[in-house]
């Protein structure tokens, strides 16, 4: 069964402090795919990130930053230099190629508050 | 135009009463998606709809009836609930029922108390 865990249920930094999200997942799928949103209190879901198992690939949006790491089942999550309007739920997620009836399962999800 | 619309934004309603939740997106997604979150927990999928049939439903209780009347278009409709199905619900879409390939967008939610 697929699983993912995200150990931190809170963080707090300070603006402009650099911050890390973990994320450890479990599978028995070669193939999968793992994602990261974002929901901030007005409460919708934005996407950030959808990463293949086989791209192992670090990535960079502006701030942002992700670390995938198969030998370790894990799919961090960085921000650099955070703001206030980072503070929100961050979820990551998980979806199997042969998912069947759970398409994508989310992990319990990190809160950041970032004070400024 | 990559949004996702719900209403009504709140919602209260009695344990007899009915009323529908509504959800739209004009992206020409062909997979929309209900999703049920209570406070401090994950969303957790209630139904998937492809191509306006319904292909998932997650063992949700018959007071939650869903449709989908076209393409742009879902809806929930809510009959006699329990206090417990207070939550947030939140729909989605993608571009197909491929969560491996197409990310989901997601609307802002009806946050609904029934008393």
């Known amino acids: 069964?697929?699983?993912?865990?995200?150990?931190?249920?809170?963080?707090?930094?300070?603006?402009?402090?650099?911050?890390?999200?973990?994320?450890?997942?479990?599978?028995?799928?070669?193939?999968?795919?793992?994602?990261?949103?974002?929901?901030?209190?007005?409460?919708?879901?934005?996407?950030?990130?959808?990463?293949?198992?086989?791209?192992?690939?670090?990535?960079?949006?502006?701030?942002?930053?992700?670390?995938?790491?198969?030998?370790?089942?894990?799919?961090n999550f960085t921000i650099t230099a955070s703001q206030v309007v980072d503070s929100a739920v961050y979820f990551c997620a998980l979806s199997e190629e042969t998912a069947g009836n759970t398409p994508l399962v989310f992990g319990k999800g990190t809160r950041l508050s970032v004070i400024a | 135009d990559t949004e996702v619309t719900q209403t009504p934004k709140h919602l209260v309603m009695g344990m007899t009463n009915k009323k529908s939740l509504k959800c739209e997106q004009h992206m020409g997604h062909r997979a929309m998606y209900w999703y049920k979150q209570k406070a401090k927990k994950p969303p957790e999928l209630m139904f998937v709809y492809s191509y306006?049939?319904?292909?998932?439903?997650?063992?949700?209780?018959?007071?939650?009836?869903?449709?989908?009347?076209?393409?742009?278009?879902?809806?929930?409709?809510?009959?006699?609930?329990?206090?417990?199905?207070?939550?947030?619900?939140?729909?989605?879409?993608?571009?197909?029922?491929?969560?491996?390939?197409?990310e989901q967008y997601f609307g802002p939610g009806t946050r609904l108390t029934v008393t």
Not at chain 2, 57 to 84: G, K, M, Y
Request: glycine share 2%; aromatic share 12%.
């Open chain 1, 1 to 75: 069964a697929q699983k993912v865990t995200q150990a931190q249920t809170e963080i707090s930094v300070v603006e402009k402090e650099d911050v890390t999200l973990d994320c450890v997942y479990e599978t028995r799928d070669t193939t999968y795919y793992l994602f990261w949103y974002k929901q901030p209190p007005s409460g919708e879901l934005v996407f950030l990130i959808r990463r293949n198992s086989f791209d192992e690939q670090n990535e960079i949006s502006g701030r942002y930053s992700w670390n995938f790491q198969k030998s370790t089942s894990s799919f």
């Open chain 2, 52 to 102: 306006e049939k319904l292909s998932i439903n997650e063992s949700v209780p018959s007071r939650f009836s869903p449709e989908c009347p076209n393409s742009s278009l879902l809806n929930l409709h809510l009959h006699a609930l329990q206090p417990e199905d207070s939550a947030l619900y939140l729909c989605a879409s993608s571009q197909e029922w491929d969560p491996s390939s197409y």
